[in-house]
């Protein structure tokens, strides 16, 4: 019998993150701010990265518990989308953003994200970690259709709201 291994990662990873070290605060009331589209992709090709609305929703299932209260916007809304806008008031600004990205026969395969966090009252960075999406040969996770498309990545962010989770309390922010 042979069998094919495929996806021998996570599908999505935090790597090394880095705290203030004098930075003493919890996450109480944060604005998560998504920017995650490429300019230099075309509508279709940006339908490969997570959305801001299922971040929120894994973000709301899980941090919620905790007793975090936040709200997401995207930096990045869809064509015909209204501008967001938030009377929010948050404590913490927690930011996503696309900083590197591998096609794989024009759509997006693997992408890297910058996770930084902010103190509102302070303005300075806090914490930052980069976050990992692997491609389909490393860890099996289709992010297109195979035409480029849209579909789910509710899965994605799952995972990504579980790693930034167990990361964030790893450094004592949660």
């Not at 990873?13 to 490429?38: D, H």
């Not at 973000?59 to 975090?68: E, F, K, M, Q, Y």
């Not at 300075?124 to 990992?132: D, I």
């Amino acid at each position: 019998m042979v069998g094919l291994l495929v996806g021998c990662s996570p599908p999505v990873q935090v790597g090394a993150s880095n705290r203030e070290p004098s930075y003493q605060g919890k996450i109480t009331r944060v604005l998560v701010v998504t920017s995650l589209r490429a300019p230099g992709l075309n509508a279709t090709q940006n339908e490969g990265f997570v959305r801001a609305s299922e971040i929120r929703q894994s973000l709301n299932a899980t941090w919620s518990p905790l007793g975090v209260a936040l709200e997401v916007i995207d930096m990045d809304p869809s064509p015909g989308m209204p501008e967001q806008r938030t009377q929010f008031a948050p404590q913490q600004i927690l930011t996503l953003a696309v900083e590197g990205y591998t096609l794989y026969q024009r759509v997006v395969d693997s992408y890297a994200v910058d996770a930084s966090l902010y103190e509102v009252s302070t303005g300075k960075r806090v914490w930052r970690g980069k976050v990992y999406f692997r491609g389909m040969e490393d860890s099996g996770r289709i992010r297109h259709n195979g035409f480029g498309g849209a579909i789910s990545h509710q899965n994605d962010a799952d995972d990504l709201v579980r790693e930034l989770t167990a990361k964030l309390k790893a450094d004592k922010l949660l």
